[in-house]
Antibody, heavy 120, light 107 residues
Framework: QVQLQESGPGLVKPSQTLSLTCTVS??????????WLWFRQPAGKGLEWIGR???????NYNPSFTSRLAISVDTSKNQFSLNLNSVTAADTAVYYC????????????WGHGTLVTVSS | DIQMTQSPSSLSASVGDRVTITCRAS??????LNWYQQKPGKAPMLLIH???SLRSGVPSRFSGSGSGTDFTLTISSLQPEDFATYHC?????????FGPGTKVDIK
């Protein structure tokens, strides 16, 4: 089973861009088994799906984020990334990257999560 | 978007109790329903997929049932390690959506 690890700044200023990277280990990101997803969870609240990327680079975004979201994959580094621009305090959350089993339709494994705070 | 609701939002129970959590979808999602367990400060962990399929390695005291719009997660005999928050999630269509969670704590 693959392992995932998020990395990126823990503090972002309002109106700037939140950028996170997820490094996949224990397997190749070039996979016919998995899509690569991002979720987030504000403190004390429920989970929210942000979007996903395939190893070929095709994307599917939550309409709530489409206008300010980009998710990409770098197969040479076994990584995928999240860029969310024009952030506000409402974007403060723990962000999780994950591997989605395409056929079985569930999250097979999760990163540990990284807290991103939007504040000046 | 498909809205997911859960009840109760929280419950208190004792070790050995039978616990049932309900999840409802705003439209039919067939059996495309997953249950995750989340402990404080940790990522969620899959318990059940496709409404009733127990993930390999998950104790058999966990079970799921339902189809269409109404689903349940049952813990037959609550163990100390089961005190956590439980989330349902529909995988019928995007955007993927979750219920608000049910927190199970110690009575």
């Amino acid at each position: 089973q693959v392992q995932l690890q998020e990395s990126g700044p823990g503090l972002v200023k309002p109106s700037q861009t939140l950028s996170l990277t997820c490094t996949v280990s224990g397997g190749s990101i070039i996979s016919s088994v998995y899509y690569w997803l991002w979720f987030r969870q504000p403190a004390g609240k429920g989970l929210e799906w942000i979007g996903r990327v395939s190893s070929s680079g095709s994307t599917n975004y939550n309409p709530s984020f489409t206008s300010r979201l980009a998710i990409s994959v770098d197969t040479s580094k076994n990584q995928f990334s999240l860029n969310l621009n024009s952030v506000t305090a409402a974007d403060t959350a723990v962000y999780y990257c994950s591997a989605w089993n395409i056929v079985a339709r569930f999250v097979d494994c999760w990163g540990h999560g990284t807290l991103v705070t939007v504040s000046s | 978007d498909i809205q997911m609701t859960q009840s109760p939002s929280s419950l208190s129970a004792s070790v050995g109790d039978r616990v049932t959590i309900t999840c409802r979808a705003s439209q039919s999602i067939s059996s495309y329903l997953n249950w995750y367990q989340q402990k404080p400060g940790k990522a969620p962990m899959l318990l059940i997929h496709a409404a009733s399929s127990l993930r390999s390695g998950v104790p058999s005291r966990f079970s799921g049932s339902g189809s269409g719009t109404d689903f349940t997660l049952t813990i037959s005999s609550l163990q100390p390690e089961d005190f956590a928050t439980y989330h349902c999630q529909q995988s019928y269509t995007t955007p993927l959506t979750f219920g608000p969670g049910t927190k199970v704590d110690i009575k």
